[in-house]
Every structure is written in C-alpha cells, then in structure tokens.
C-alpha cells in the first residue's frame, strides 16, 4: 500500500487541489493494477511520513 497524492483543477477558475487517496497494487493476467481503497481528503504531512501513515493503516487493517 502508499499514498498517491493526487492533483485536480479546477477548470472554470484555474485553482489547482491536492489531495490524497490510500492505494493498493495486485496483479491481475493483464498486469499489473492499482485499486484505490481510502480517500484521505488534504493532508498536510511530509513525504517521509506519507509511507509511515500507509504502513500504520495496513497494520490497523489486517489487524
């Protein structure tokens, strides 16, 4: 799992968003895939705690 930090403009003003949504990779026959599983909105973290953050809500998840 990471956090894949993602950009949207907003086209009618010309403002740019960031926000980020919680991903997994897995395999399929075609390759592979990337399925998004939680959008976390405006985060306000450094890069180097984004993996700590996706790390720690594996560990909650899978218990």
């Given at each position: 799992m990471f956090i894949r930090r993602v950009r949207k403009k907003d086209h009618q003003t010309g403002t740019t968003y960031f926000y980020h949504?919680?991903?997994e990779s897995?395999?399929?026959p075609?390759?592979?895939?990337?399925?998004t599983l939680l959008n976390l909105g405006k985060l306000d973290l450094e890069p180097k705690q984004?993996?700590?953050l996706a790390n720690?809500?594996?560990?909650i998840l899978t218990g």
């Open positions: 949504q919680l991903v897995y395999r399929t075609k390759g592979p895939r990337q399925r984004l993996k700590g720690r809500i594996e560990e």
